[in-house]
């Protein structure tokens, strides 16, 4: 199976894997029924989550319900535990929004919603992050995963999402990060795609982040905090159970 979801990962474009990826994980989902492991995002219960990556791939990381990773599930607890986002009422912008968020932002009666991308088919906007089409201090919350590597950028877009958020509003803006680098690391003569995904994990990247990624948000405006919630305040269990990363830092930006 991971050989499989690895090969899909690199051959499919993701705007159709968007579009249809779901319903045939469906059908995998009832082999995997069991107690073993718990989707905090949509509640279900299975044996192990799928894996997912594409080179190699990680066990144990894919929700076949409603798509979530390990990312998603601390993401959504980060949100419920630390955050106003289930309680108060809220303008919220979601760029390259994944799909086990939309339905459930979308159907929240505090969220006024809207998605963002520049090709996704999930996302009700098309939107070039380095010139969003909004106003600003239009939102009170933004949300940006994934999407810092692949932009020209990264700075730019950062200080885009800044703008557009109201004072004292907040964004989660996460992105693949290598502990062992100092700094963020980025090298346009590397073109030869096998060699882009040796340097930067995958050959669409435009670079990968080192221990100073929070020093760029800051450089995009914002007031950042490194916060280690899951090595500080999950226990074990929780990180088990829910199936999340071990070390990951959210990144908590806050527009002064």
Same mark, same amino acid.
């Given at each position: ?100 968020? /939309? ?19 999930? #996302? ?46 907040? #964004? /989660? ?25 040796k340097h930067f994990w995958q050959d669409d990247h435009l670079r990968l982040f080192g221990r ?15 916060d280690r919630f899951v090595m500080d305040e999950l226990t074990p269990q929780e990180v088990k ?16």
């Amino acid at each position: 199976m991971k050989e499989i979801i690895s090969w899909v990962l690199r051959h499919v474009p993701r705007k159709y894997l968007q579009l249809v990826s779901h319903i045939g994980l469906k059908v995998l989902a009832v082999f995997y029924k069991g107690k073993n492991v718990n989707c905090n995002v949509c509640g279900s219960e299975f044996r192990k989550f799928l894996p997912y990556g594409r080179n190699p791939g990680r066990d144990n990381a894919l929700c076949p319900n409603c798509l979530s990773l390990e990312r998603h599930r601390l993401m959504d607890l980060y949100l419920r535990r630390k955050t106003n986002f289930f309680k108060e009422n809220l303008k919220v912008l979601h760029v390259a929004p994944e799909y086990c968020f /939309i339905d459930r932002f979308e159907k929240m009666k505090n969220l006024d919603y809207v998605t963002a991308d520049i090709e996704s088919p999930l #996302a009700k906007v098309k939107m070039d992050i380095h010139d969003a089409p909004f106003a600003d201090n239009t939102f009170d919350v933004a949300f940006c995963n994934h999407v810092m590597e692949h932009v020209n950028d990264d700075i730019k877009a950062m200080s885009e999402l800044h703008r557009v958020l109201k004072s004292g509003g907040w #964004a /989660i803006i996460q992105s693949p990060q290598d502990w062992n680098l100092a700094t963020t690391f980025e090298d346009d003569s590397i073109t030869d795609p096998l060699a882009r995904e040796k340097h930067f994990w995958q050959d669409d990247h435009l670079r990968l982040f080192g221990r100073d990624y929070g020093r760029r948000l800051e450089k995009g405006g914002f007031e950042v905090t490194e916060d280690r919630f899951v090595m500080d305040e999950l226990t074990p269990q929780e990180v088990k159970r829910y199936a999340l990363p071990s070390n990951e830092v959210i990144y908590f930006c806050r527009k002064k």
